[in-house]
């Protein structure tokens, strides 16, 4: 059940505030849970004295964050309750972003060197543990560049990544960078499509990333993902300008 709590006077053009920020603090408090449903858009617009234009607006914000789902015809539903779902929300929402507006795939790259940076600074110096799932992932690339199966090699690519970060032992990093795996998946996929960039260089520089990291050079380590990434970026700006030659992808 929504309910309001008092609210300063509002701003008469952004009513919708009030109902975001009452349904988003009843959904996090365990008040409404997953599954339920919203009141009808006329009944919240009549419980906050405001227009149901204002509540639509309110309920797409809701939606972009994860919290609310809604369907053609039906009241919207509650669809999270925890960080989990949060984040497997949002990174529908990012990939819906990025099959339309190429230029978001750019962005993803920035986010992804923000984790992978981190990672692999701390895993050269000491911490988490290695072997396992990093030792699979290189050997998968491996065997897929003599017979040039790209699409084993990109996936085996994609899960190098995601168990370098698993590594760390750093639950909240391992969820962020899980929910966003297949996103980052899709980013390797492209720039890995652009033909100037061979599976036996990818290889490479995948192998003297983790040579740096089992060899404790912290910086070199840092260095070597650094450029990676960058090659992959570039790689990445070619194939989305091939793609979508007017999109904003080519100007940044």
Do not use: C, W
């Not at 975001?20 to 339920?36: P, R, Y």
């Not at 234009?53 to 972009?64: F, G």
């Not at 966003?180 to 720039?191: D, F, N, P, T, Y």
Request: proline share 3%; glycine share 6%.
């Amino acid at each position: 059940m929504v309910t309001r709590t008092a609210q300063p006077p509002a701003d008469r053009s952004r009513l919708y505030v009030s109902v975001v920020s009452d349904i988003e603090a009843q959904i996090l408090s365990g008040t409404l849970k997953v599954g339920d449903r919203l009141p009808a858009e006329a009944e919240i617009a009549r419980r906050f004295a405001i227009s149901t234009r204002s509540v639509r607006e309110a309920l797409q914000i809701l939606e972009t964050k994860g919290l609310v789902r809604r369907r053609h015809g039906e009241r919207a539903e509650v669809v999270r309750d925890d960080v989990g779902q949060y984040l497997d929300s949002l990174a529908s929402t990012v990939s819906a972003l990025a099959s339309r507006e190429p230029a978001y795939l750019k962005k993803l790259m920035d986010v992804r060197a923000m984790f992978e940076l981190e990672v692999v600074g701390r895993l050269a110096a000491g911490e988490g543990t290695l072997g396992g799932p990093i030792d699979q992932a290189l050997a998968d690339m491996r065997a897929s560049v003599p017979d040039n199966d790209f699409l084993t090699f990109t996936a085996a690519d994609a899960a190098f990544h995601r168990a370098l970060v698993q590594a760390l032992g750093n639950e909240v990093m391992s969820t962020l960078h899980a929910n966003l795996h297949g996103i980052v998946a899709e980013v390797i996929r492209v720039s890995s499509s652009v033909p100037r960039k061979t599976s036996s260089e990818g290889l490479a520089e995948h192998e003297a990333i983790y040579e740096r990291i089992l060899a404790r050079d912290v910086e070199g380590a840092r260095a070597l993902m650094a450029e990676h990434l960058e090659n992959s970026g570039s790689y990445l700006q070619r194939a989305m300008a091939a793609a979508h030659p007017n999109s904003e992808a080519q100007e940044n």
